[in-house]
């Protein structure tokens, strides 16, 4: 068992972490605060390879392991959460979902531009369309409709909470086609946003991760080629949750950067306070504060590694990946709590950036599955 990153991990984990000092620290408060989309560091992301960084070279890919993805999206999340989660949705979901479940055709007309990020000089990203008014925790519960019209299908319903909503080219889209088959009868469809009948509603005011654009998208009589199905008819249920499977690899690691970079703060903040006539971190109550988040955080940084390694290699990583997500989403939240509490008053203002953090942390503990979900997925697993 080897514990040590390679060069390649090493020389990858530094680039992200001087990208996000670099592009997405000076800003990231305005974004914040203004709900601005970070498409400037999306963009150079792109230029990084961090877009596609799963994907294989021959489809406009790095190449690179999920140990790679792990380690580029905890030093993005530990600065710009918003600007992680982008580059999560469109590594982990939709270019992951393309590559092992697509047609070459669809590789070659999809997967390329979307690892590259760009596409004729432009923004090329994309979005995972799931979740509904009433089909959240439920993903069974899909009311979008895909009526089978011989050539194509005629796509009609509302998805919520999409990430990217307005920004991406190119959606994934999970759609009821047999509803008496339930679970069984859903598809799976690659629908480009700018085709007739595709509506991109408000975009939704949020707690946190304010950068990124969340969006509801209506579909009113879209025409869907065949073509553009993914999978056998009735395969979209089991594509959404093998997806998700390495999605939450992804949110995990998102939470984990957060959690370490509101520690990284709190410690810094500790080493220069005097309280009582010396730093605050002399005072055996931070002390114990700090001893405890860096413990929370090596353990979930060991389960990130873990679901990352099992599914490098091949293995079954539902447990693990869910084990990770439930542990490390938890772990952000508490820690960017005591964060907020180690820096006092200060802790409260935007400048010193800890409460943006606490706020970002909730949400990985709701989407790509909630902390109530994982633990479904863990018992059933453990109680098999």
């Known amino acids: 068992m080897d514990f040590k990153l390679s060069e390649e991990h090493l020389m990858i984990q530094k680039a992200a972490r001087d990208f996000a000092k670099n592009y997405c620290l000076p800003g990231v408060i305005e974004r914040d605060e203004h709900q601005k989309f970070p498409k400037e560091q999306i963009e150079q992301l792109a230029d990084l390879g961090f877009m596609g960084m799963m994907v294989k070279p021959e489809y406009g890919g790095a190449g690179m392991d999920t140990i790679s993805y792990v380690l580029a999206m905890e030093e993005i999340s530990k600065i710009d959460a918003s600007t992680s989660v982008c580059m999560s949705v469109n590594n982990s979901l939709v270019c992951y979902g393309l590559q092992e479940f697509g047609t070459e055709a669809q590789k070659q007309q999809y997967l390329t531009p979307l690892a590259q990020g760009k596409k004729d000089g432009e923004l090329y990203i994309g979005a995972f369309l799931l ?7 439920d993903a069974t519960s899909q009311q979008t409709t895909a009526e089978d019209m011989g050539d194509y299908y005629l796509l009609n319903g509302t998805k919520n909470w999409i990430t990217n909503g307005s920004s991406a080219s190119v959606y994934l889209v999970m759609a009821q086609t047999h509803p008496e088959k339930g679970a069984h009868g859903i598809n799976t469809f690659i629908v480009e946003k700018n ?54 690899i992804g949110i995990a690691s998102q939470a984990l950067g957060i959690a370490s970079g509101a520690y990284e703060l709190a410690l810094q903040y500790a080493k220069q306070r005097k309280a009582f006539g010396k730093e ?4 055996q109550a931070i002390q114990f504060k700090l001893a405890d988040m860096a413990t929370r955080i090596d353990a979930a940084r060991l389960l990130c590694l873990k679901a990352a390694w099992e599914k490098d290699h091949g293995m079954n990583y539902d447990i693990s990946s869910s084990m990770a997500k439930v542990y490390a989403s938890e772990t952000a939240m508490w820690i960017t709590v005591e964060a907020v509490q180690i820096h006092g008053g200060y802790g ?37």
């Open 280 to 283: 605050i971190a002399k005072h």
């Open 195 to 248: 085709w007739p009948g595709v509506t991109v509603g408000a975009k939704e005011n949020k707690l946190g991760i304010r950068g990124s654009d969340t969006h509801s998208i209506l579909f009113n009589d879209v025409k869907v080629p065949k073509a553009n199905r993914i999978g056998e008819d009735g395969f979209g249920f089991k594509f959404a949750m093998k997806t998700l499977a390495g999605g939450r």
């Open 131 to 137: 979740s509904e008014p009433e089909a959240g925790s």
């Open 348 to 384: 409260y203002v935007k400048e010193y950036h800890v409460e943006r953090l606490m706020r970002d942390a909730k949400i990985t503990q709701i989407y790509e599955g909630t902390s109530e979900v994982q633990r479904i997925v863990i018992s059933r697993n453990i109680l098999k």
